[in-house]
């Protein structure tokens, strides 16, 4: 069996000043935030989408709705997923129809999480625009798919993982590269 080596690749002060720039950047594309909404992807989009709010907060003084989305029952792989999936369930306060929707998420690797985000998001309505802010792009795309607001992108093979950890999650905060050894 071989054994995985952990580096990290952004620490927590990194992933607070990627995530300060997103909000900046999030302004800069949207003079009036009252048609914008957050939604956060389960498991770790949904603390960065929190994070961002209080950031984008802090910086306009608007306090952005947020939501939650599962896309456990739209994902394209089910059938390759031994156990039964678990559906924590979408949480959204507001009608997508008309809304500026950002999809946060922590990671974007082939697109395919998107696209389920994409897939769901539809079936609350029918949003004006949708983007995608993501803390870290790993490249290796399988769908055309790209975020519009990036934290860091950062290189790596196929077979390696990027792990983010939140402290809401894992007591820690930090990026890592998991290499197989």
Do not use: W
């Amino acid at each position: 069996m071989k054994k995985k080596s952990l580096r990290q690749v952004m620490s927590s002060r990194e992933i607070d000043l990627a995530l300060s720039r997103i909000a900046a950047e999030i302004l800069e594309h949207h003079a009036d935030l009252d048609n914008v909404v957050l939604v956060g992807i389960r498991r770790r989009g949904v603390p960065l989408a929190e994070i961002l709010r209080n950031k984008v907060e802090k910086l306009s003084g608007k306090k952005l709705p947020i939501g939650i989305l599962d896309i456990t029952f739209y994902r394209d792989d089910l059938s390759l997923v031994d156990t039964q999936p678990v559906m924590e369930g979408s949480k959204l306060n507001f009608q997508a129809t008309g809304k500026e929707v950002i999809l946060v998420d922590d990671v974007l690797f082939t697109g395919r999480t998107t696209r389920a985000a994409l897939e769901s998001m539809i079936d609350y309505g029918r949003p004006k625009k949708v983007e995608l802010a993501v803390l870290v792009d790993r490249g290796h795309r399988e769908l055309p798919i790209q975020a519009d607001y990036t934290g860091k992108y950062i290189e790596s093979s196929r077979d390696e993982e990027i792990e983010v950890r939140l402290p809401s999650f894992d007591n820690e905060e930090g990026v890592y590269l998991k290499t197989k050894n």
